[in-house]
């Protein structure tokens, strides 16, 4: 079925500027436009959300005495022209109500379903930009797009609009607002392909963020007026002529490039605007991509092209669906003058953008494209919010190139991208792991600048213990690359510091001939105002806090936080009060045992008997994680297991086992293990307290032939 593409707007009329002749029916050229793309959609939910926009923003005005209305509506118009569909479209009208009325996002969910999630994304960002920098209004901006892409373009629209009224602002908060657009807004328009939009953005923003320099540029472009359109009209003809000698059938526009476009190339590239030749170009429009080709092959026979000038986003199209054939030719007089070649659907979707992407109309998800999905991803890993503009700036305003994997997988890189950061964009281990790389088969160093086109395999460590090089910060491009080695540094060092500083802490220069206890230190740090031991031995490892310190503020026995179990009927000093309790299996302690806990790393703490050899050998490891513990009143019955050694008689067991039944405990287990005639018989059963164990002990020394009894 043939996509139904939007209808080109009037060269004469911007986005969302149409007005109606019927001031009873302001929504009408919204609906007029959005039904010329979509025709069979059913506008009712448009007019509802206008009735309801229209009511709640009643009496509200803007700073330039307009109703408020007339903000929402034109954002809708905006979005309606850009050929978005209807929930964007409701989206535009609403988008400031819950911010701004007392319509609450649950009325919202309940009356517009469809259009309350970006409804709800574009009041996050507003209302996050009254309390927050910023930097992380951007920030949430781009992890909302992650999640719906269209709420990026609602909040493009919403800035488009906004910034048709900088006038009405003071001059110092319009500049601010003009860089602010002018840094980010503008870029993001570029990478959604919202070419119409983009390119007002920027002219608005150069024009009240430079008022004198952009008068200047208007007055030059003004003084050439009338030689350019001659020219431009003379080489449009020959073009056409020279198309149709070729039997090629071809739409034939010129175009002017705008105003900020033409600053940049005598500001920036340092051009003189007088040899500023290709500020006026033409476009051709041929009915298929096979025809591009025909036609560019057909220009250069009459003209010579600019050599290095000619580029194919057809076959390589831009990560934002751009797709143009671009030819710089020498016309006459030599002067240059640009052609783009491309068909009636490419340069749609260069005007609109994603917005009016067909695949909007072909899938029933919003998949984010992958340029937003990877910046998303370094942006929510950002450890430091002052660097995220400018990682931002860097990464919006980068020429992308297309590399592959050797398995053809295309990765998307900034120009001047190096192996590097090409690891680090397949995956995060890959870059860590990373020792060298073959481009095109060919070995080469990770420094090395990739070009579109090329396959680039990454060669890697098998350590267990992978880190990134610190000089690899010195040529890496990418911000993901930066902050996962960055990251990955800091952990190591921070790691190397908190083992030099559990060194430092128990080698003797604290505590000489003190038994440091988990409890003890632990309050410490929260006394010296650290989150964790860990953070406390990283800070006397980085020579942040001298040992001293730390020996100063300890306290002889258990303080502040400790942890009732009420199940074993004792206490641990130092632990929180979400700490699992368990006896040691290994040890098997009772009251009257002298014990300790031992704070685990995931199953919280075991007790354990101070004479038990695991628990000696575990405090002697990690003495930092032994906790102060003590028993309470004896209650409950706890199991304990005994070894009897005896020589091997007849009816040993029974008597064993008589001895153990007079004495009322019930036997949960019994095993034997028979060596010569020795005999070791183990005997599991609950207890209350040592005291009983040494009853039932004695008892069992009586038994003829036993030799020995004691706790397995």
């Known amino acids: 079925m043939k996509r139904l593409l939007p209808r080109p707007l009037p060269p004469s009329r911007a986005l969302g500027a ?28 448009i007019e509802k959300a206008w009735r309801v926009a229209k009511s709640l923003h009643e009496g509200q005005f803007r700073a330039s005495g307009e109703p408020y209305i007339s903000h929402p509506l034109g954002v809708a118009q905006i979005l309606a022209d850009l050929g978005c569909d209807r929930e964007v479209v409701t989206a535009g009208l609403l988008h400031d109500t819950v911010e701004d009325t007392d319509y609450s996002l649950e009325e919202c969910r309940a009356q517009f379903p469809e259009a309350a999630s970006l409804v709800e994304g574009v009041t996050k960002l507003s209302s996050i930009s009254r309390e927050l920098s910023n930097a992380e209004t951007i920030k949430k901006l781009i992890l909302a797009m992650q999640q719906d892409v269209r709420v990026g373009v609602v909040k493009i629209a919403d800035r488009l609009y906004n910034a048709r009224t900088w006038r009405f602002m003071p001059a110092q908060k319009a500049s601010r607002k003009a860089k602010e657009t002018l840094d980010i807004y503008v870029h993001l328009a570029d990478r959604l392909g919202m070419g119409k939009v983009k390119t007002e953005l920027e002219d608005l ?5 430079d008022p004198k320099i952009y008068r200047e540029v208007v007055q030059m472009v003004a003084s050439k007026a009338g030689a350019r359109d001659e020219y431009l009209r003379k080489m449009m003809e020959e073009v056409r002529a020279e198309l149709k000698n070729g039997g090629m059938k071809a739409a034939i526009t010129g175009r ?12 920036i590239l340092k ?31 009459r003209w010579r092209p600019v050599p290095g000038r000619i580029k194919d986003y057809i076959a390589d199209p831009k990560s934002n669906f751009y797709k143009s054939l671009h030819t710089t030719i020498f016309g006459d007089n030599g002067q240059e003058i640009e052609i783009q070649i491309r068909t009636e659907e490419m340069h749609q979707e260069d005007e609109y953008g994603i917005a009016a992407h067909w695949r909007y109309k072909e899938l029933g998800d919003f998949e984010s494209p992958e340029w937003i999905e990877r910046m998303a991803n370094w942006v929510k890993d950002l450890q430091d919010p002052s660097e995220l503009l400018p990682a931002l700036r860097s990464d919006l305003t980068s020429e992308e190139i297309s590399t592959f994997t050797p398995k053809g997988k295309t990765i998307y890189l ?14 995060t281990e890959i870059g860590n792991r990373a020792v060298g790389a073959k481009i095109n088969g060919v070995p080469s160093s990770l420094s090395a600048k990739l070009k579109s086109g090329d396959c680039v395999e990454i060669l890697t460590s098998s350590s267990p213990n992978p880190s990134p090089s610190p000089n690899w910060l010195s040529f890496v491009l990418t911000p993901k690359a930066k902050n996962k080695i960055k990251r990955s540094l800091s952990r190591e060092k921070n790691l190397e510091d908190v083992e030099k500083g559990k060194s430092a802490l128990f080698s003797g220069l604290l505590e000489q001939g003190r038994i440091l206890s988990y409890s003890s230190l632990l309050q410490t740090s929260k006394r010296l105002g650290f989150s964790s031991l860990d953070a406390l031995y990283g800070a006397v490892g980085a020579g942040k806090i001298p040992p001293g310190a730390v020996k100063a503020a300890l306290r002889d026995g258990p303080c502040g936080e400790g942890r009732d179990s009420e199940e074993y009927s004792l206490r641990v000093e130092g632990v929180g009060k979400g700490e699992k309790i368990e006896l040691a299996r290994c040890c098997k302690p ?11 790393n995931s199953r919280g703490v075991r007790i354990h008997s101070l004479r038990c ?3 000696v050998k575990l405090s002697e490891k990690r003495p930092d994680k032994v906790a102060d513990a003590q028993w309470k009143e004896a209650c409950g019955e706890f199991e304990v297991e005994i070894e009897v050694l005896a020589l091997d008689r007849r009816a040993l067991l029974a008597d064993l086992s008589l001895v153990i039944s ?51």
């Open 590 to 600: 009772v009251p009257g045992d002298p014990i300790a806990g031992f704070v685990t």
């Open 613 to 615: 050899p695991d628990f």
């Open 271 to 301: 051009k003189d605007f007088d040899r500023i030749y290709d500020f006026v170009g033409i476009r051709v429009i041929v009915d298929s991509p096979q025809d591009c080709y025909r036609a560019m092959g057909i220009i250069h026979g």
């Open 18 to 45: 149409e007005i109606s002749q019927d001031p009873f029916d302001l929504l009408s050229p919204v609906l007029r436009s959005f039904a010329s793309r979509h025709p069979k959609e059913d506008t009712a939910p």
């Open 662 to 712: 007079k004495a009322c405990l019930n036997l949960s287990s019994s095993r034997q293990k028979v060596t010569s005639n020795l005999v070791s018989a183990y005997f599991a059963f609950k207890i209350s307290n040592l005291a009983q164990l040494d009853r039932i002990t004695k008892s069992l020394e009586q038994v003829e032939g036993v030799i020995e009894v004691k706790r397995a």
């Open 414 to 427: 900034p120009e001047g991208a190096c192996p590097v950061d090409f690891a680090y964009a397949v995956h």
């Open 256 to 267: 002017l490039k705008s105003y900020f476009s033409i600053y940049r190339k005598i500001v």
């Open 205 to 209: 923003s150069f024009k009240y963020l």
